[in-house]
Structures are given as C-alpha cells and as structure tokens.
C-alpha cells in the first residue's frame, strides 16, 4: 500500500534562514512525488514533482525537493524563508499500484518569523 | 476565468438535510476529484472520474453520490447530512496520467448543525 508521513506538524524558521520541511513515503514500484501548498482558506497549489531524473528538483517561489531513494525521502527545501512562504505543505505520492490515487501527508505547517 | 471552481463557497444546514456542491473546470482535463478536508487538515480522496466513468471509489458513506454529467463538471450529492460530515470539501483536477498535476478548487466549507 501507498503512504506518505511528513514527521512535523510544524517547522519554525527565521526568516532568512534556509528551511526544509521532511517527508518519507512508501509506493510499489517508481514514485510520482508531488510537493503541493495551502494557504489559509484556499485551495492547494502546486510546488514541484519529481517523476524521473536529477534527484534535486527546482518549483515555484525558490522551492526545490531532494529524491532520495535509498531514504525513500523526498524533503522540500529553500535556502532563504520569507514570511509568505508560512503556510500548510504537503507531500503526496502516486504509483503503478496505486493507479489513479494520490495518497497525501498530513501536513506540516510553516511558520516563518521575521 | 478560474481554472477550477467550486459552488457554494459556504454552506451551512442543518442536520438531516440534503444538498450538493458543484464543481467546474475549464483546464479541458479528463479525470477530476472530490477530497474531504477534516479540521485537522488531513485530506483524503474520495471520489474521482476520467471522462465522465468512477475510477476511485474510497470507503465514503453512500450517502454521498458523485455525478459527472460531462468531463468538465463533477458534483457531489450528499443525502441526510450528519454533524461528521462538516469538513471542507475540495475539487480537483488533472490530466490523466501519473506524472500530472493535479489542480484544486477553492473548496467549499461545509457546517453541519
């Protein structure tokens, strides 16, 4: 079976400071991993992907995520945190076995403090 | 011209009752999704559809019955409404293959009483 678990409920960051916010994940076969934001009372947006290739993967607002396959990890980073980068951070994953179905974390809430 | 949009924003009703929520998009995406979002913001699927035919069925109440009249639209129906059911629910859609993005709603807030 699929999952996903992002250890932290919350990361606390200066803002200036780099920040990275943890997930692990279990798939059969290949990951499709998915990094996907929530700001307050809205829907989720999409950060980044990796399906195949670099393991350093580039997205949006400075974002970037390290596949790691070996820790089954894919933990989305940023060197400099701005104060609008606090919101809700999630990580999904998709696989062959899971067809259709992304399974996502709970969650980890970014706060950035000026 | 919002890429996926969602009807009502809010809804609040009492229990017992029976309502629905619309969902569009205009991405000319295949598969489209329901997710419920409970209040400590863990997200689980609960429907989705590729062309108009049910592909994910999660283990939902059926009380709740999605309907896709066609590929751009896919409502969600919910009979006698209980004080569980108060989440917000969000829409979503994608492309159909694994690789792609999946593209969320606004959602719409619902608080049974």
């Not at chain 1, 803002?15 to 307050?40: A, H, M, R």
Request: hydrophobic fraction near 35%; include cysteine.
């Amino acid at each position: 079976a699929q999952s996903v678990a992002q250890p932290e409920d919350q990361v606390n960051v200066a803002e200036g400071n780099p920040l990275t916010v943890k997930c692990t994940y279990s798939v059969s076969g290949n990951p499709y991993l998915f990094w996907y934001v929530q700001y307050p009372n809205r829907g989720l947006q999409f950060l980044l992907k990796y399906i195949t290739g670099d393991n350093l993967v580039k997205g949006s607002y400075g974002f970037e995520a390290e596949f790691n396959k070996s820790q089954t990890s894919f933990h989305l980073k940023k060197p400099s945190a701005l104060v609008s980068d606090s919101a809700l951070y999630f990580c999904a994953v998709r696989g062959l076995g899971g067809g259709f179905k992304t399974i996502f974390g709970a969650g980890t809430r970014l706060f950035v403090k000026a | 011209d919002t890429a996926v949009s969602q009807t009502p924003k809010y809804l609040v009703t009492q229990m017992g009752n029976d309502k629905s929520i619309k969902c569009e998009q205009n991405l000319g995406h295949d598969t489209m999704y329901w997710y419920k979002q409970d209040s400590k913001k863990f997200l689980k699927i609960m429907f989705s559809y590729n062309n108009k035919e049910l592909i994910i069925n999660e283990t939902v109440p059926n009380r709740f019955s999605p309907k896709s009249p066609d590929k751009a639209h896919l409502n969600l129906h919910i009979n006698s409404l209980e004080l569980g059911d108060s989440a917000v629910y969000f829409c979503a859609s994608s492309q159909e293959g694994l690789a792609d993005v999946q593209y969320f709603g606004p959602g719409t807030r619902l608080l049974v009483l």
